[in-house]
């Protein structure tokens, strides 16, 4: 009988080997732009109410974190594709192809409300006049990127969840990551 020692160090290891598939860190970090972005939403739409700055601050920060959060879930996204794809059936290949499009095309969205969101930052900490419009475009930006992302994620949630799939996807699109 093994001691329990090795069998939390087994189980590290299979943690640490596990890290190292890109469809794994995927699936650990695909869920950050969204909640974060739920999360901000909230602390920007109560900082914009109280007209607190702090509330404010904490608001666009987490927008630009769970927005340039995305990048590297697309990353991941992308290095663990194939593999993915491979171990698929039909109509879940076809629902990743629209997953994997739709973030590769839709991320940009993300990328630029961060942009927004930081210009916000600076604007909020300077103390300039734009400081509530700019912090009022970027909840409107968030709420976008929101919406987008969990169109992006429906698709994605269709891949691995046959439960939740009604037959293939209504727009199949043809799908390679850049650079295959």
Not at 69 to 93: C, F, I, K, T
Not at 112 to 120: E, G, L, N, R
Request: hydrophobic fraction near 50%; charge should be neutral; charged fraction near 15%.
């Amino acid at each position: 009988m093994p001691r329990p020692r090795d069998q939390a160090m087994t189980e590290i290891q299979q943690l640490l080997h596990t890290l190292g598939q890109p469809e794994y860190v995927h699936v650990l970090l695909n869920p950050l732009p969204v909640y974060g972005l739920t999360m901000a939403l909230i602390a920007l739409g109560v900082g914009l109410v109280t007209r607190s700055k702090a509330v404010q601050i904490t608001g666009l920060l987490l927008v630009v974190s769970a927005c340039v959060a995305v990048w590297p879930v697309v990353e991941y996204g992308e290095h663990g594709y194939d593999r993915v794809l491979s171990m698929s059936n039909n109509d879940a290949q076809l629902w990743l192809k629209v997953h994997a499009y739709r973030a590769s095309r839709f991320a940009v969205v993300f990328y630029v409300t961060a942009a927004v969101a930081a210009a916000a930052l600076v604007a909020t900490w300077k103390s300039l006049r734009a400081d509530r419009m700019l912090t009022l475009l970027v909840l409107l930006a968030a709420m976008v990127s929101l919406a987008v992302g969990g169109w992006i994620s429906h698709a994605g949630g269709q891949v691995r969840h046959s439960e939740f799939r009604e037959g293939p996807p209504p727009h199949p699109v043809e799908y390679a990551p850049d650079g295959d």
